[in-house]
């Protein structure tokens, strides 16, 4: 079903969408067809109907008895040239809770129904002020925890990553033409695309949607965080290294062996870049069914992370499960890590750990309980981490929903390019481009459900 297909909702919403709590002033958003009439109710000074779009005022703002509740700066924005499409007015009022809950209070009594989660930003996509892609990235927008994740969102706030996917759909639709043409004149006597033509186009559209898909691995690190496993054995200290690169008290700190049981995760940025770091269960030999779990999800959590911190005990220096650490270390960034030099040179072990480790592998001396050269670790991890250079024009896919949908257009397309490799019939190339088509088209919103769009707008702040 065509969203856009949709009958209207004909209401008039208001909330406030500045963050809850006491501040210097706070903004009361009101949207609809009779967003004008009903804060003129309320409002004292310059008639609003003789306002312009895109307009400031200073007034009064009264309650239901016509006191004044406070002195508020109005702006108007007409429709359909404001952020939902509809008429929008936002009061600007001092930021006390007890004015703000008033202003709404008095906005309901005068005929307006408060806003629901994403509400605003919804009617924005429904009435085609945005795709679906540009409403969720306004999410992102409001969510960013860095500068790269920020300017992602951006780009596809702006209908970077729409467009991209506005022409891949249109290159569908042309093979798709290609395609029918060839089903309705099989038998005149009329000349179509050669098919090597056609799987070339087919080709092309394959390969945008795979370097899309795979953006999903970059652009996941850049909007939760990359993710860096802490693993050790137990008691190696893997907890306290976590507080100390939160500079918190996240995790649990024991001198008991096992204290960990599950992965334990929390985010941090450093040198402009997110940062996601899991402590996991220490890894020994274990009959303990709770610890043998904890110890199967930390083997989970390097496999996803990007960069694996392993951190050795100096006063023990036990490299037992060196082989295991590394067979799962393939292809990820490793920093080998000797913690509690307070207790005991480093000298011995760290000669030991550069004999086992690949070359080249950097090893950091520290102690994590006293903090010492933690600093000097934090510098080489953001050295270490390696991200794409991300600017207003990147189109990086940063949405779990949006890379399930274009790796099921990528096998649809793939089908449709074997099938034209194997002398295929053209109704049966058809049902695998409209599928392709399909799965693009709930990405932008083109061909979507209101469940759909109820959970993804479940996720919004209320007063956006």
């Known amino acids: 079903m065509n969203i856009h297909e949709l009958s209207s909702v004909n209401d008039t919403i208001c909330a ?86 008033q202003v709404v209070q008095t906005l309901i009594d005068a005929g307006c129904r408060h806003a629901t989660a994403g509400e605003f930003t919804r009617r924005a996509f429904s009435n085609g002020r945005m795709d679906l892609s540009q409403a969720e990235a306004v999410a992102d927008v409001i969510e960013a925890q860095s500068r790269a994740a ?8 702006r209908g970077r990553y729409s467009d991209e996917i506005k022409l891949l759909r249109d290159k569908l639709l042309h093979f798709v033409a290609l395609i029918e043409l060839e089903l309705d004149f099989s038998e005149e006597d009329v000349t179509f695309a050669d098919r090597s033509d056609v799987t070339a186009l087919a080709r092309d559209i394959h390969s945008v949607i795979t370097r899309l898909a795979d953006s999903y691995h970059d652009g996941n690190a850049i909007k939760d965080g990359m993710p860096v496993a802490i693993v050790g054995q137990t008691n190696a200290g893997k907890s306290t290294l976590l507080n100390a690169l ?54 989970q959590a390097i496999d996803k992370a990007n960069i694996v911190l392993w951190i050795v005990d100096v006063t023990s220096a036990d490299t037992s499960m060196i082989h295991d650490i590394l067979g799962r270390c393939e292809g990820k960034a490793l920093i080998a890590i000797l913690n509690k030099i307070d207790l005991d040179d480093d000298i011995a072990a760290r000669s030991e750990l550069k004999d086992l480790l690949p070359a080249g592998t950097p090893i950091v001396a520290i102690s994590a309980k006293h903090d010492s050269d933690v600093e000097t670790l934090r510098e080489l ?28 257009a990528r096998d649809a397309i793939g089908r449709a390019i074997d099938g034209l490799e194997s002398g295929l019939s053209g109704d049966l190339l058809d049902q695998d481009i409209r599928e392709c088509l399909h799965w693009l088209g709930e990405i932008t919103g083109e061909i979507t459900t209101d469940a759909i769009l109820g959970e993804i707008f479940s996720h919004f702040c209320i007063g956006k």
Not at 247 to 276: K, P, Q, W, Y
């Open 16 to 101: 406030i969408s500045t963050p809850p709590g006491r501040g210097g002033i706070a903004v009361i958003r009101v949207s609809g067809p009779t967003a004008l009439t009903i804060v003129q109710e309320r409002w004292q000074g310059k008639p609003l109907a003789s306002m312009a779009s895109h307009t400031v005022h200073l007034g009064h703002l009264t309650d239901q008895n016509g006191e004044v509740l406070d002195q508020v700066v109005l702006t108007v924005y007409r429709a359909p040239n404001s952020f939902t499409g509809e008429d929008i007015v936002e009061l600007a009022c001092h930021g006390s809770t007890w004015i703000q809950q």
């Open 150 to 157: 920020h300017r992602v969102a951006m780009s596809q706030m």
């Open 246 to 299: 939160l500079r918190d008290n996240r995790a649990l700190v024991s001198d008991v062996h096992g204290t960990t049981r599950d992965t334990i995760e929390d985010t941090v940025v450093m040198g402009g870049t997110l940062f996601r770091f899991i402590d996991t269960a220490g890894i020994r030999q274990s009959t303990d069914t709770v610890e043998q779990m904890g110890i199967e999800r930390t083997w």
């Open 381 to 408: 991890i953001v050295k270490t981490a390696t991200q794409p250079e991300v600017d207003t024009d990147a189109v990086i896919v940063t949405n779990a929903r949006h890379y399930q949908a274009l790796t099921r």
